[in-house]
């Protein structure tokens, strides 16, 4: 699969599947999680468009340089897998740590964006003091010291138990990660804060909550889309990864949004 090489010098894999041809859509990842996290969606969203996924740094196959990440440096990841991918411009669509990437891309490059979903996000996700806490609770025990944790935020409870086939992949992709990439990330998610930046945005946006979401509840997804000019906002019956909860639910939501 071809690589992006950042202006740093960071590899990044990104794969793409549907039509040459075709409108661009990107794809960007939760924390802890790979491309893989948008299989339900790749054969729905790649029969209309041609579908670009990535792993972010830190993550997955790409690169995991040590020390702390910063969004702006994560939206010019960004930058770089659609150079590689000859896309002067694309939709995008961002789940979590990816939707807040996505939030600093639209607005260092407003001209490089068409429509924009921004998936169980905020402009500020969480707390310094939590993500610091969570920093150290990786260095003290690993990936295995948080993934029950986060697999808890990840899913309701009651889907965890009934749809192991969907939660274990995601548990071993968070407990695969890099270490020092996934607290990378964590950095960049503890310094972020773009809620007095969001209102320049300018690409149509669609806001997707999800009603047992605890990391970005619907109340801060609401929040998002009231700040972001014209921006629509739902709510799936879901937690935090919901388009693997509720998959036929937000294809349907990105389609109709990227289609309208």
Sequence with gaps: MPTALTDDGVALWWTQDGPADAPVLLLANSIGSTAEMWAPQVAPLSARFRLIRFDARGHGRSDAPEGDYRLDRLARDMAAVLDAADAPRA?????????????????????????????????????AEGWSHRIAAVRAGGMAGVADMAVARFFEAAFIAAHPEIVDPVREALIATPAHGYVGCCAALRDADLTDAVAAVVAPTLVIGASHDVSTPPAQTQALADAIPGARHMVLDAAHLSNLEQPDAFTGAVLAHLEA
Excluded at 101 to 127: C, E, K, M, V
Aim: net charge positive; hydrophobic share 50%; with cysteine.
């Design 91 to 127: 939709h995008v669509c961002g789940l979590s740590l990816g939707g807040a990437t996505a939030q600093a891309f639209a607005l260092a490059y407003p001209d490089r964006i068409d429509r924009l979903i921004l998936a169980n996000t905020a402009a500020r996700i969480g707390s």
